[in-house]
Every structure is written in structure tokens, then in C-alpha cells.
């Protein structure tokens, strides 16, 4: 019975986002300013007086797309090697409850050795990701 409501309200859901998908149409000339957009008798470039938005994109640095993805990637292991450390201390935490039960000493033992090997991996695709970063084999 509860899959049933679930999927019925589901379905309800689905059909009223549709719905309000189609309902009302957008002008989207007005959303987005055009390169060169005329303003009286001569086209002006510099679109910042009419539209603030666009003075932030201004002031964003120019990157590449190797140097954003290297970028993420070593986010991604730096995040991963905070959780990491969060683990270990919840690996180390568990070792001390477990009072000297062998069977939990050997869980916490084991998780404690995975875990370091864990962070060993990370810390080497971090140090490859940095050092590769620097290359530029495009040029």
C-alpha cells in the first residue's frame, strides 16, 4: 500500500513540474545580454553600465581547462584525506572501546591498517596530480 501512495504521489509530482514547465513561456532575449547589443544609433561592447551582473564576470580569472580539472581533482583528495583522518580517529576510538576483546581489537586494527593504506594512495595521487599539474605539454 505505501509503494502504491508513494509512487502515486510521485507521479503527481512529476506531472505538476511538467506542467509547470509548459504553462508559461519565457522571453529569453531579455535574460541574457547580447555581444554588441545596440544602444541608440551606435553598438556598444561594454554592456557593464546597463547590466551590473556582468561586472563580477569581469574580475574571474582566465584559466585553462587542465588547470581547473587539476584544480577539482585535488579538492577532491584533499576533502578525501580530511574524511580520511575523521575515520581514522573514529577507527581509533573504536579501538579503544573495544576493552580487549580480540575479536573488535582485530576489526579496529584491521580498519586502522586499510585506512592507512587508504592515505597513503590519496597522498600519492595528490603529489601526481600537483607535479602533472605543472607540466605544460600543450605548448
Known sequence: ?????????????MLC???QAYAAPINLDKLVPRFGESTGDKTN?????????????GD????????GVA????????????LALIALLAAGIYYLISRGEEENLAKAKSIVIYLLVGMLVIAGA????S??????FLK
Do not use: C, R
Open 45 to 57: 561592447t561594454d554592456l557593464s553600465g546597463k547590466y551590473n551582473e556582468l561586472k563580477v564576470v
Open 71 to 82: 584544480t577539482v581533482i585535488i579538492t577532491v583528495l584533499t576533502w578525501s584525506m580530511i
Open 17 to 19: 513540474a511538467q506542467a
Open 126 to 129: 595528490y603529489g601526481l596530480v
Open 131 to 136: 607535479g602533472i599539474s605543472q607540466f605544460d
Open 1 to 13: 500500500m505505501n509503494k502504491i501512495l508513494l509512487t502515486i504521489g510521485t507521479l503527481i509530482l
Open 60 to 67: 574571474l580569472p582566465e584559466i585553462s581547462a587542465e588547470e
